[in-house]
């Protein structure tokens, strides 16, 4: 086994050249061998070993409160000790079971007589000398362990048969209702003998001494004075006398003036009543009585009132000082809850307190008013009625609603950017794109800003009035239009023929997907596509028929205004193009830049010019009277052609839409001449993706292939079929996209125009 | 006390018993009888504290209002009573030697004051079930 030395855990506790172990270092049963070791600079010496068991240096402290008393029973006289266990640091050692011995001896006496006692703290001890004073002691042990050390000692005397009567006390005098007045006393020892008491009294100023007119009415050992007795603001001088055979004995005087000595009984008849007003919260009434002896009528005596009261769980009372009424209104109870409530009363002016009256409880009832239920009730259905009315609509229009509520945040777009192009990841088409100049836009089109760029028409004649004579006035109108100081704003609508609706919209950037046109537009049915509004919303803007000569000044149809022409379209070049079909030349399309001409001036007319003949032969093609297409062509490098880029080459048909059908933009193969007729009545769309918008009037359709291959352009036309599809439906919509593709981008790989190279002062 | 020559009913039922206007002229004479030795007590006494100094005026302040407003009741209740405004304090307690009331010790003189002060109270207040039964009597 182990052997552990440890060191004393408090050298403090006990005093010096102590050693105190404290419950954590304390274990019964078990042996300590306990050394000390005295240490010094020389040297050290230890003591001898000490073992020590813990239970048995069990010693307690010596008993308290010895208390000794003399009783006479049956002619014979013994002492009564009492005494109490020692106090215990920790009061959770109450399982103590304590041995106690007793001892006592004559005064005078030295030996000890020893009583063992047993586990009872009293005891009575019977053969006594009497008229001999006793010393006693006590002590106590545990069960197991050592006697305490004796207590402190008490003395007694035994009376012995002939000894006057001890000093009788007076303990108090009462007044209950200031008329009358009690005394009462408190005998001593009797000395043996049979004791009689009197009680004398004498009044202030007087020197009559009386007796006390009635001992019984108040009890034993008291002095009962009546009515007649009492004066008030006089002192009385009481005494009490015993008096046995051997002798009698005084008190101490007592002085009494009844004026002050009033304590009256405790009020009566509490009640309580509970009242409900109409408009307020019921609330109590406690009511009482004075004392029936104490006179209050005739105003002699005086009462004030106290009342406490606490919840029946409570511990602490709350005291409220009434004052002389003998009623008190209660309001701020809680309901539910039970009370207890006392009250007592004393004189107004000298006296003292009367006991509590009993306890009166109090119950609340809990007051459930009808009232503030139903509120709760309303309130509780309504808001359930709300909550399933909103989750209702949630579900059934809940995209909705959060589209209405949050609308769906456009993405960015720039005008001249091909999205598809940053999909195949064509930088420089991109950087071209964004090249374009007449960016930013300075028209009132903010919120077109994001989403396009505004390719700047450099004043323009794109419009140009159409070499056809019978070109419609529309165009001449545009023309002038499309001269206006506000460049850069392309309009497909001629101010004249456009609507309002047409001014607003927006000179579409060529390259903008018809995405943009959308967002553009807003929501026209899908079919405010930049083509349709200048188409006008009236489709008379655009008409192509053979025969009419009409030119839509579609996309010619500038806004003239200064509608935020963000999209620069080739409105007049479009425009004229579109008639083409009608054999007008009007319409050369902007985009379609003369293949051998290059001025940038007047590309339209000329392009009209040449274009002529091949819009002709498009017009084979397609002679859907219903359908307007804008061939467009692929102007040939031509540097000076304002719209085109020399680069952009393809004709793209635009198939004007019928009502009901989406645009379908044909490509066209310049050379080839062939117009395949992509369009699909109504199903397929073919688009090509505006590449760029040349001034505000132009818009460059661009296919998104190389326009050489026919097959090509499908696809991409696809892809800008969203676009047209907005001109689809109710209108009647061309869409005059030039895509001036240029093969010569493709060939670069990019198929986006630069519109720079559009901007070219068009005149 | 200087006052303990005076024959005051020491009962509810003596009290009860005497005629009202005997009642108020007694109240008179004992608030009269106080009137100078309060005002000598406040004169003698300047080293007591201040807060004692100022309830001793107060209370001689008590006193003269007391005498004022019975003296008003007494004129509302048309008591005929002698006047009681030319006498001294001494003749007021009935003393035939005056200057007695300041030979007093200061507690002999606060125990007099206080006794004849609750005598006056009881005294006004059996007056006022008397004369006003309906108030709270």
Redesign the interface.
């Known amino acids: 086994s182990e052997e552990e030395i440890y060191e004393c855990p408090d050298y403090r506790t006990s005093g010096p050249n102590s050693c105190y172990f404290d419950t954590n270092h304390t274990t019964p049963w078990t042996t300590y061998n306990i050394t000390v070791m005295a240490t010094n600079a020389i040297g050290s010496n230890s003591s001898d070993p000490q073992y020590v068991d813990v239970t048995s240096i069990v010693q307690p402290d010596a008993p308290v409160n010895l208390t000794l008393e003399t009783k006479t029973s049956a002619n014979t006289m013994y002492l009564w000790a009492k005494w109490s266990p020692p106090p215990l640091a920790d009061a959770s050692s109450n399982s103590h079971v304590y041995h106690y011995e007793l001892q006592l001896k004559p005064e005078e006496k030295e030996e000890w007589e020893t009583i063992s006692v047993g586990v009872q703290t009293q005891y009575k001890v019977i053969r006594l000398q009497a008229g001999v004073k006793y010393v006693v002691q006590v002590r106590c042990m545990l069960d197991l362990g050592e006697w305490s050390e004796w207590s402190s000692e008490r003395r007694i005397w035994i009376p012995n048969g002939e000894s006057p009567p001890e000093k009788p006390t007076i303990i108090k005098c009462r007044s209950p209702e ?2 009358t007045f009690t005394c009462w006393w408190k005998p001593g020892s009797d000395g043996g003998h049979p004791t009689n008491y009197t009680l004398l009294y004498s009044k202030e ?1 007087e020197e009559q001494v009386y007796e006390c007119p009635d001992y019984r009415t108040a009890g034993p050992n008291s002095c009962y004075f009546d ?1 007649k007795h ?5 002192i009385y001088n009481i005494t009490v006398r015993a008096t046995n055979e051997m002798g009698s004995n005084f008190s101490d005087p007592h002085y009494v ?1 009844v ?1 002050y000595i009033v304590q009256p009984d405790p009020p009566v008849n509490v009640t309580l009543e509970l009242k409900k007003p109409m408009n307020r919260k019921p609330y109590l009434v406690l009511t009482w009585s004075p004392p029936p002896l104490a ?6 005596l ?1 009462l004030e009132y106290e009342l406490r009261l606490k919840p029946e769980e409570g511990e602490e009372w709350e005291t409220i000082f009434v004052g ?1 009424q003998t009623q008190y209104k209660m309001f701020s109870l809680n309901p539910g809850k039970k009370y207890i409530v006392q009250i007592h009363c004393k004189p107004d ?2 006296g003292s307190w009367s006991e509590w009256s009993s306890e009166k409880y109090i119950q609340i009832p809990t007051d459930f008013r009808v009232k503030d239920m139903v509120v709760w009730i309303i309130v509780g259905v309504l808001s359930s009625l709300i909550c399933l009315i909103m989750s209702w609509t949630m579900v059934l229009k809940g995209y909705r609603m959060i589209a209405f509520i949050l609308p769906p945040v456009p993405g960015p777009k720039i005008k001249g950017i091909d999205t598809h192009l940053l999909e195949t990841g064509k930088s420089e088409e991109l950087l071209s794109a964004l090249g374009c100049h007449g960016f930013p836009p300075t028209s009132d089109c903010e919120e077109l800003l994001i989403e396009y760029l505004e390719v700047e028409d450099s004043e323009d004649q794109q419009l140009m009035p159409s070499h056809d004579s019978g070109h419609p006035s529309k165009n001449t109108k545009i023309i002038p239009k499309e001269t206006d100081s506000d460049s850069g704003r392309g309009s497909c609508d001629s101010p004249s023929l456009l609507s309002e609706k047409c001014r607003e919209c927006h000179t579409l950037p060529s390259t903008l997907q018809t995405q943009d046109v959308r967002d553009v537009q807003e929501n026209k049915g899908g079919k405010t596509s930049w083509e349709t509004q200048c188409i006008a919303s009236e489709q008379k803007i655009l008409l192509f028929n053979n025969e009419t000569a009409k030119s839509s000044t579609w996309p010619a149809a500038q806004l003239p205004n200064n509608q935020p022409p963000v999209f620069a379209y080739h409105s007049t070049v479009d425009a004229h193009k579109i008639t083409l079909n009608t054999a007008n030349v009007n319409i050369a399309p902007v985009l379609v830049g003369n293949e051998e001409k290059r001025q940038s001036q007047y590309p339209i007319t000329e392009t009209l010019h040449n274009d002529m003949e091949k819009q002709r032969e498009m017009e084979n093609l397609h002679s859907k009277t219903d359908q307007t297409t804008a061939q467009v062509k692929q102007n040939r490098p031509n540097d000076k052609s304002p719209f085109l880029n020399p680069k952009l080459m393809d004709y793209v048909e635009v198939h004007k839409v019928r009502q009901d059908e989406q645009a379908v933009l044909l490509k066209h193969k310049e050379n080839s001449g062939k117009t395949e007729k992509y369009t699909v009545p109504g199903t397929s769309k073919e688009y090509t993706k505006v590449s760029t918008v040349v001034d505000h009037n132009i818009i460059v359709l661009m296919p998104d292939s190389c326009i050489q291959h026919t097959s090509v352009s499908q696809e991409p036309a696809m892809e800008t079929s969203p676009n047209l599809q907005q001109g689809q439906a109710e209108k009647n919509m061309s869409y005059c996209l030039t895509a001036p593709s240029e093969c010569k981008r493709e060939t670069s790989g990019s198929e986006y125009m630069d519109p720079s190279s559009f901007m070219p002062s068009f005149k | 006390c200087h006052t ?1 020559g005076m024959l ?1 009913p ?4 003596y ?2 018993k005497i005629p009202r206007e005997e009642l108020t002229h007694l109240i008179l004479k004992l608030l009269q009888a106080w009137k100078e030795p309060l005002s000598h007590f406040n004169q003698h006494h300047q080293e007591l504290p201040d807060d004692s100094l100022s309830k001793a005026k107060q209370i001689s302040n008590m006193v003269h209002e007391l005498k004022t407003g019975v003296e008003k009741v007494t004129e509302k209740a048309r008591f005929s009573i002698n006047s009681l405004n030319g006498m001294t304090s001494s003749e007021a307690a009935g003393l035939s030697i005056s200057n007695e009331a300041n030979m007093m010790s200061d507690s002999d003189f606060i125990h007099c004051f206080r ?1 004849d002060s ?2 006056v ?2 005294y006004l ?2 007056l ?2 008397r004369i006003m039964p309906e108030n ?2």
């Not at chain 1, 009492?230 to 006089?234: A, D, I, L, P």
């Not at chain 2, 020491?10 to 039922?13: F, V």
């Open positions: 200031k008329e100023g009515k009492t004066s008030f603001w006089t003036d004026t006179d209050v009528r005739s105003g002699w005086t002389q002016h000298h | 303990s005051t020491n009962g509810k039922e009290a009860q006794r609750n005598k109270q009881s207040k059996i006022k079930c709270s009597c």
